[in-house]
């Protein structure tokens, strides 16, 4: 199977930077889109952003500017650089591929990791 581990999380002030990582492994064959989406408390979990195999990225109108998504094929990581943090991007922040995984026998599928708390203090 296939699984993701997220790190990089934590607390900091607004204004303030972090970089979370996200490693893919396991009987993967190859990886089409990759990112991050965010769940605060007692909302829906909703887009960050993606990247996709050729670098395509997207995303969400309220990180534009200050968060950058980036991956490196060979290590099956994606990153997520996050600039000028504010209060309201306190959230867990998943990670996402969309990949085609097994041995012999190939699936497309979907795997999330179990998530990363990013808080902002104000």
């Known amino acids: 199977q296939v699984q993701l581990a997220e790190s990089g999380g934590g607390l900091v002030q607004a204004g303030g930077s972090l970089r979370l990582s996200c490693a893919a492994s396991?009987?993967?064959?190859?990886?089409?889109?990759m990112g991050w989406y965010r769940q605060a408390p007692g909302k829906q979990r909703e887009l960050v952003a993606t990247?996709?195999?050729?670098?395509?990225?997207n995303y969400a109108d309220s990180v534009k500017g200050r968060f950058t998504v980036s991956r490196d094929n060979a290590k099956n990581t994606v990153y997520l650089q996050m600039n000028s943090l504010k209060p309201e991007d306190t959230a867990v922040y998943y990670c996402?591929?969309?990949?085609?995984?097994?041995?012999?026998?190939?699936?497309?599928?979907?795997?999330w990791g179990h998530g990363t708390q990013v808080t902002v203090s104000s």
């Open positions: 996402f591929a969309h990949l085609l995984y097994g041995s012999g026998r190939y699936r497309v599928g979907d795997f």
């Open positions: 396991g009987s993967i064959v190859s990886i089409d889109r």
């Open positions: 990247i996709t195999g050729e670098e395509s990225t």
